[in-house]
């Protein structure tokens, strides 16, 4: 028994790092805003609500104003077919609502720029979901469920309107078997070729490195991602020609590093077919 229940929560660690590790690949492409995605926290690591953030996404877009989103992963090998309630969301949403309190005390906030996520294998009661949905629409809603989330959250009418409008609920994502099979698939965008072990298993090493005590910051970007993927075959073509489009955009650091990184890798093949 005990040894099953180690599996298990190893079974839970495997899937927050391929669902993560998904994630990270949208820091491949060039028109995503997507600028970082944290591991095991998120920048704000001082602020309320810290210990419920598994991962976290940082974004920027033309108008350069920050977006944040916030993520908790739930994930289950047996208890799959039994959908979640309330009462196992009550400190997920405890610790999201201390987050949501602090980003408000911000002096730039925009709490439409703020999102909270709950991503889970298993399903989430369709009441919940419902309750949560019409008092964010401004709807009639269940009353028990209502009551519930206003007592679990503190907050009442037009306050407990824009916290549920922020939340999202991303349920029956697959379990960690799925997730594998989600992020070939994915990283078939990026890759020249037939896509093995190795490509998959670099990207989820990334994120599980992200994830360890010795790991400052846990921050993950793109040219993170393009350094473990340069090595295993990076499709070149598609993101060169992004590229070139957007340099003349953007002189960020990152892209620069991009555009040595694809030529180094484009010379190497070159080699290689010589040979």
């Known amino acids: 028994m005990r040894n099953s229940l180690v599996r298990y929560s190893r079974a839970g660690d495997v899937f927050h790092y391929r669902w993560a590790a998904r994630r990270c ?4 492409d060039l028109n995503s805003p997507l600028e970082c995605v944290t591991i095991e926290g998120s920048r704000e690591d001082q602020q309320a609500g810290e210990y419920v953030i598994d991962v976290a996404e940082y974004s920027r877009s ?3 104003v920050d977006a944040v989103d916030y993520f908790q992963l739930k994930h289950s090998t047996v208890r799959t077919r039994v959908r979640i309630g309330f009462g196992e969301l009550k400190k997920t949403l405890k610790g999201f609502v201390h987050r949501y309190e602090a980003a408000l005390q911000e002096p730039s906030h925009d709490e439409r720029r703020i999102t909270f996520s709950v991503v889970t294998n298993r399903r989430i009661s369709q009441l919940v979901k419902d309750t949560i949905s019409r008092i964010a629409n401004g709807d009639n809603a269940n009353l028990k469920v209502q009551r519930q989330l206003q007592n679990v959250t503190c907050l009442r009418g037009r306050k407990l309107q824009r916290f549920c409008a922020a939340l999202r609920i991303i349920d029956g994502e697959g379990d ?4 594998k099979e989600r992020l070939r698939s994915e990283v078939t965008e990026y890759i020249a070729g037939f896509v093995d072990n190795d490509q998959i298993d ?3 090493a990334l994120v599980q490195d992200r994830a360890l005590p010795n790991s400052n910051t846990g921050e993950i970007y793109r040219e993170d991602v393009l350094s473990r993927e340069t090595k295993c075959g990076f499709h070149v073509r598609s993101c060169f020609l992004s590229l070139l489009k957007n340099l003349f955009l953007r002189q960020r650091e990152s892209e620069i590093f991009l555009l040595s990184e694809i030529f180094s ?3 190497r093949s070159a080699k290689l077919r010589t040979l």
């Not at 690949?25 to 491949?28: A, G, I, Q, T």
Request: charged share 10%.
């Open 25 to 28: 690949l949208r820091l491949l």
């Open 62 to 64: 033309d108008q350069q």
């Open 176 to 179: 960690y078997v799925v997730q």
């Open 202 to 204: 670099s990207l989820v």
């Open 265 to 267: 890798f484009a010379l």
